[in-house]
């Protein structure tokens, strides 16, 4: 069985390594077909992901085909697509017993802590799988993983029916969260981003009214946008100190900040702000199992678009190619799909 496995930073290497062993009663075989390249992904190649040892072996976002199960498993069958959630939790610790097990104490993301799968084939507990519909196509299947996000993020901002929503970065979460913003009922979402590439990928996702914030700045972008209503809520996407800065300043009195973003840096928030105005800042972290689920819903639906977002595929002993390439296009490149 092949494997790409991180070395260090910036070292991919494929390997061939034993077949897995038989199924367990509860588990689920998954020949994998499609692996996303996500931005965390891209952190653990340059060594700046806080919270990855290495080596390590990645993939989180990605499809597959059913090709074993064991007796006691019910929700695939051989032959089916497939995805699943990559944590791993404990079940035992405060926030897995209160059912946010997405924070648990113990948490490992297979990809990050845990090997991932980027390999042939992987076994994981059935309890993570997700059956993906016939209709789907498994580019859309590793779609899912990203799309749960966008579910999970914008559901804790809680009701976004009527409200004007602000997305700073445009890159492929952003895209998700401003577009599960537009599914919930949002009145109207406005997306910034510094890459006329990326705005215009919004576009092609139905997100309307976009903002280059290297040529306007965020308040007249607003105004333009919102007219003096402003926004109520901001999903904070970039992961740069500047952007979550300017959401804190600009969001109405009483409003949201979500942060969806993994940061690189550790950046500064003006608590002062944050207390003087009344602003909620929210953290989000992953997805919940009902999130893959409406992801999957409102994919097959066509409320979610997926197709604009990918911009390249790799064969899988590409792998580290694809890491170059994306570092070499920069904002031009949106999602990446390693082929195996």
Do not use: W
Request: aromatic share 8%; with cysteine; hydrophobic share 35%.
């Amino acid at each position: 069985m092949r494997q790409a496995i991180m070395t260090e930073p910036g070292v991919i290497e494929i390997r061939n390594v034993p077949d897995l062993p038989p199924v367990e009663r509860n588990e689920v075989k998954i020949k994998i077909q499609k692996i996303g390249v996500c931005g965390s992904d891209i952190h653990v190649y340059h060594g700046k992901h806080p919270f990855t040892p290495y080596p390590v072996v990645q993939g989180h976002e990605y499809s597959g085909e059913v090709v074993e199960v064991g007796e006691d498993v019910t929700v695939v069958k051989p032959g089916d697509k497939a995805t699943a959630r990559p944590q791993q939790v404990c079940g035992k610790c405060p926030p897995c017993l209160r059912g946010d097990y997405n924070i648990c104490n113990e948490l490992k993301v297979e990809g990050f802590q845990a090997p991932g799968t980027a390999q042939d084939f992987f076994t994981l507990p059935e309890d993570r799988v997700i059956r993906l519909p016939d209709s789907l196509s498994f580019e859309q299947g590793a779609m899912v993983e990203p799309v749960a996000v966008g579910a999970h993020s914008t559901a804790r901002a809680g009701d976004l029916k009527g409200k004007n929503v602000l997305v700073t970065g445009a890159g492929p979460i952003g895209n998700l969260v401003a577009q599960f913003a537009k599914a919930r009922g949002a009145s109207r979402v406005l997306i910034t981003d510094v890459s006329e590439f990326r705005l215009k990928k919004a576009q092609d996702c139905g997100i309307d009214f976009t903002s280059n914030a290297s040529k306007e700045q965020l308040h007249e972008a607003s105004k333009r946008t919102f007219g003096e209503d402003g926004f109520s809520v901001a999903f904070e996407c970039a992961g740069i100190e500047t952007t979550l800065d300017q959401a804190v300043q600009h969001v109405n009195k009483g409003g949201k900040i979500v942060v969806v973003a993994v940061y690189g840096d550790r950046p500064k928030v003006d608590m002062s702000i944050i207390g003087d105005r009344e602003l909620s800042l929210i953290g989000t972290l992953m997805y919940k199992h009902e999130d893959y689920v409406e992801a999957v819903s409102l994919i097959e639906a066509g409320q979610i678009k997926t197709a604009p977002l990918f911009t390249g595929h790799f064969e899988f002993e590409k792998y580290l190619d694809a890491y170059k390439y994306i570092d070499s296009q920069g904002d031009k490149t949106l999602k990446v799909i390693i082929d195996l």
